[in-house]
């Protein structure tokens, strides 16, 4: 398995382009399903994630042509209705391939997602919403059975704004008779692309981005020729590890629109931040100031930079309390963090960090996506080395990351094969 060593000390400077947003481009890809035309996805970011998505429509019997960060999809003719456990297990979001099958085929079987190291993750409101929608369901030996012969519009209400669920609602509903009101759906950006690729295929949906979203199903859906957005998430990482290492980075791709809370409270910490076009600049000249942090639906801060967030709070000066409210148990980074000299309290969804100077590098073990990516930042400010196992975790998600950093000045290298 491979293994990130880091040496730290080292101030990050120049630019950094940032790839397309995984969280999008997953459900755009899975809509390819709901058309047998032909379908074209740019800026796909090049990650695990995107090549499980890839496989998983290749399996259905969707013809796939890869031309680097662009891909053509034409599900013609789908040859299977099964999203198989082995698949589900390692990318949650393959079960949003249930809906698209079921509109299109009247019938599909997705292995449920089980719990995941941040918390159970239940999809109790997508399968409620496909109910509503006429979907008849069971459960069979850890399968979703999914049957219907039209989806028929609804009105659902979600109890919590699930990007997951809305998303699955968006594409069924796209396909289903009449329509479809979402209240107290998402509002992430992401929603807005998915809204935006769907809507290019001829769906008719208003409201995307915000609480209520209104979806009037067609017959029928064409092609599709989208570009992902950029990923918001791996921009506001770059951001944090500028600030953290008192360097001075340009993120292109960053939209400050999309990062709102999180640019809010790096000023609040200390930051410099210069709002360009199509980039932001992040500056940092000394120590940043500890600050409270609470994770919330969008557009509050995002529970995905919550890591990164707490990495910055171990080296601030001061105190700072971060709430977790978004998921279960997504704290595993904090115990990885106490092997640094991080020092960190954690009572149920809170996380209490009083920042120390210095840390000292370390054998780490990387938990989740996010998780492993803020142990590389704590690596960037700790002194000597610090070595991250498990990176298949980061690989999920971020583009060749430790290009990235390296070519902004970090000493930071991948051990191919080393011992895990
Ligand atoms: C998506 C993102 C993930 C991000 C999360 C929250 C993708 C591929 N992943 O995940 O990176 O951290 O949004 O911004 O886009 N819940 C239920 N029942 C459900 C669905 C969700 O109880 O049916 C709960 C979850 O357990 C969790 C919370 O709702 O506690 C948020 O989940 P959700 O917004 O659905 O996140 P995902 O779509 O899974």
Redesign the pocket.
């Known amino acids: 398995m491979d293994v990130i060593r880091v040496k730290g000390g080292r101030r990050l400077t120049g630019e950094v382009q940032v790839a397309g947003a995984k ?1 999008a481009a ?1 459900p755009i890809l899975f809509s390819t399903l709901l058309t047998d035309q032909r379908c074209v996805v740019g800026n796909l970011p090049q990650v695990q994630d995107v090549r499980t998505a890839l496989r998983l429509l290749s399996d259905l019997g969707a013809e796939v042509e890869e031309d680097g960060s662009t891909v053509a999809i034409t599900a013609g003719e789908i040859t299977s209705s099964e999203a198989p456990y082995e698949l589900v297990k390692t990318m ?2 393959s079960f949003l391939v249930l809906g698209p099958l079921l509109a299109r085929l009247g019938h599909a079987r997705v292995s449920q997602p089980g719990g995941c190291a941040i ?8 399968l409620h919403a496909l109910q509503q929608l006429g979907a008849e369901l069971d459960l069979v030996h850890g399968y979703t059975e999914a049957r219907a012969d039209r989806l028929r519009g609804a009105e659902v209400q979600l109890d ?1 704004p ?4 809305t998303e699955h609602l968006m594409m069924v509903a796209s396909l289903a008779h009449g329509e479809t009101v979402i209240e107290n759906a ?1 509002r ?1 950006p ?1 929603i807005v692309d998915l809204a935006a690729a769907l809507r290019s295929m001829g769906a008719d949906i208003e409201g995307a981005g915000e609480a209520i979203v209104r979806v009037r199903g067609a017959s029928q859906l064409g092609g599709m020729n989208h570009q992902v957005l950029p990923d918001r998430i791996e921009a506001g990482t770059f951001l944090i590890a500028a600030a953290m290492t008192r360097g001075e980075v340009v993120v292109r791709g960053a939209r400050s629109g999309d990062l709102h809370a999180l640019l809010v409270k790096l000023r609040e910490a200390g930051a410099e931040l210069e709002e360009r076009d199509d980039a932001i600049v992040a500056r940092a000249a000394r120590r940043l100031a500890g600050v409270d942090i609470k994770t919330l ?1 969008y557009p509050g801060f ?3 930079l919550q890591a990164q967030m707490m990495a910055l709070a171990t080296v601030s000066q001061g105190t700072s309390v971060i709430t977790e409210t ?3 148990n997504r704290f595993m980074h904090a115990n990885e963090f106490l092997r640094f000299g991080a020092d960190i309290s954690l009572d149920g969804h809170n996380a209490v960090v009083r920042g120390v100077e210095q840390l000292s590098g370390a054998p780490v073990m990387a938990t989740d996506l996010r998780a492993s990516v803020s142990l590389i930042l704590v690596g960037l400010v700790a002194d000597n080395t610090t070595e991250v196992r498990r990176v298949y975790h980061l690989d999920r998600g971020y583009e060749r990351i430790e290009e990235k950093l390296a070519a902004l000045g970090a000493s930071i290298e991948r051990v191919k094969g080393a011992r895990g």
């Open positions: 969280n997953l949650r979001a918390g159970g993750r239940p999809v109790n409101l997508h919590f699930s990007v997951g669920a998402a992430e992401e639906p995002p529970t995905d978004v998921f279960e």
